[in-house]
């Protein structure tokens, strides 16, 4: 019984008693403390003056790039549309000789039944007229 109580002191000593670490952190002079507390101080000064810079530098060049970018989309997009306009121009021209070709024979077939419409009155009036004419003006 006497070994276990002598290890459940060591063990609580080991445990509750902090004096070595502490005498150990005094023979360093706090050295780690100290190195932590600089570290401490370093970085928020380092992120306030390095980062805002770097950042700054860095959001310009992508702003740039996405510049560059938006002026390469925008120029595929207007040839594309141009590409369009010239297809449908064409189609349009197409479609207009067609019809410019329908109307022109719709014309000549018209032209056609007018002159035959004329040749038909005109040899009906000369009819009359020679019939007329011999009536008036009998042979003979």
Do not use: C
């Not at 502490?22 to 023979?27: C, D, G, T, W």
């Not at 989309?73 to 207009?96: C, D, P, Y």
């Amino acid at each position: 019984m006497d070994k276990v109580a002598k290890d459940v002191g060591d063990i609580q000593s080991r445990l509750l008693d902090h004096r070595p670490i502490i005498n150990a952190e005094e023979k360093r002079g706090h050295r780690e403390s100290r190195l932590l507390e600089n570290l401490n101080k370093m970085v928020p000064e380092a992120n306030e003056q390095m980062l805002p810079t770097d950042l700054e530098r860095m959001l310009s060049d992508v702003v740039k790039r996405l510049e560059a970018a938006n002026h390469m989309a925008e120029q595929v997009q207007q040839r594309e549309l141009e590409a369009q306009k010239s297809t449908h121009l064409q189609g349009n021209m197409e479609r207009l000789k067609d019809e410019w070709a329908e109307f022109l024979k719709e014309q000549q077939r018209l032209k056609e039944e007018v002159d035959e419409e004329h040749a038909r009155a005109v040899g009906q009036l000369s009819a009359q007229y020679s019939e007329k004419k011999k009536d008036k003006f009998p042979p003979p």
